[in-house]
């Protein structure tokens, strides 16, 4: 999937190098630094955004590891191994009409900043 | 500061004057190509005679949003500037100025401003200046870097100037 340089400039603004690949079918974005929400025991840390529906989720955010955060998350994805790596998610459903790529990070990262 | 002659005028000007010698020794304060103007006890200079209140703070790297500037004259009388308002720096008694953070600050919401008192608020105390509610919207503060979510549990510090965006609530737990 091909995405507008419009989208994946203004996502650059949320990490320190942010890089492309593709396995299987899927087109996942690796967010290098990506910066977390403020109340997150860790300020930065990796990030790998499928923005298209992936196991039974419109889309996902994984993390390089379990972020501790102002609200406790069901991580039911624990060292999925992704581009050689093993990656973390929390159970966190985004549904939104035609978002940017912004967008969907955003939504993914107010999960750490709500009760539910 | 040594004096210059213009020739078109044949004006006796000044290359740069410090405003608080002339104040301290109740002199008139000549026209002068630059100011030397002290703002909380640093020495700024400033090229036009009247700048605005908003210019004179800049130049200690604050804004109209979190600070005021106050003009302070000879004899101990304090006056207040507006941001837009223009000063005459070569006004009789003029020291200088000094800064105060405001109580009752500017913030920014998707690009509009907003007053609030400083200190302490909660999310939803920012997002009810737009309408809206955490139930529905969340709130995002661009600080040093990209939009990011605040939490709702926690308090947002307000000193003035905050930039914030709101986005409306999308995600959930499944």
Redesign the interface.
């Known amino acids: 999937m091909e995405y507008s340089k419009d989208q994946l400039e203004e996502l650059k603004?949320?990490c320190s190098k942010l890089s492309a690949f593709t396995e299987g079918s899927v087109t996942f974005l690796y967010l290098e630094g990506l910066?977390?929400?403020?109340?997150c025991q860790q300020q930065v840390c990796c990030g790998l955004l499928c923005p298209v529906p992936r196991d039974g989720?419109p889309s996902r955010l994984y993390f390089s590891e379990q972020i501790v955060?102002?609200?406790a998350?069901?991580w039911n994805v624990s060292n999925a191994r992704i581009a050689e790596r093993n990656w973390f998610a929390?159970?966190?459903?985004?549904?939104?009409v035609a978002?940017t790529l912004?967008?969907i990070l955003?939504?993914?990262?107010?999960?750490?900043?709500?009760?539910? | 500061m040594s004096p210059e002659t213009t020739e078109s005028s044949q004006q006796i000007t000044e290359v740069e004057v410090d405003i608080l010698e002339y104040a301290e020794r109740g002199e008139e304060i000549p026209h002068a190509k630059a100011y030397r103007v002290r703002i909380d006890g640093e020495t700024v200079k400033v090229e036009t005679p009247c700048p605005t209140g908003e210019m004179l703070l800049s130049k200690v790297d604050k804004r109209p949003c979190a600070f005021e500037l106050i003009e302070e004259f000879r004899h101990h009388k304090n006056d207040v500037v507006e941001p837009g308002e223009e000063v005459n720096l070569r006004k009789p008694g003029l020291k200088g100025f000094i800064t105060a953070q405001k109580e009752i600050v500017t913030i920014f919401i998707n690009g509009n401003p907003y007053r609030i008192e400083r200190g302490e608020r909660t999310v939803a105390e920012i997002l009810s200046k737009v309408g809206q509610t955490p139930e529905g919207y969340?709130l995002?503060?661009e600080k040093n870097?990209?939009?990011?979510?605040?939490?709702?549990?926690?308090p947002v510090k307000i000193s003035g100037c905050e930039i914030f965006h709101s986005?409306v609530?999308?995600?959930?737990?499944?």
């Open positions: 603004s949320y910066r977390l929400p403020e109340g989720y955060s102002p609200f998350r069901n929390f159970s966190w459903r985004v549904e939104l978002p912004v967008q955003v939504a993914h990262l107010a999960g750490f900043t709500r009760e539910k | 969340l995002l503060e870097g990209p939009p990011l979510p605040l939490p709702s549990n926690l986005q609530q999308s995600g959930g737990s499944s």
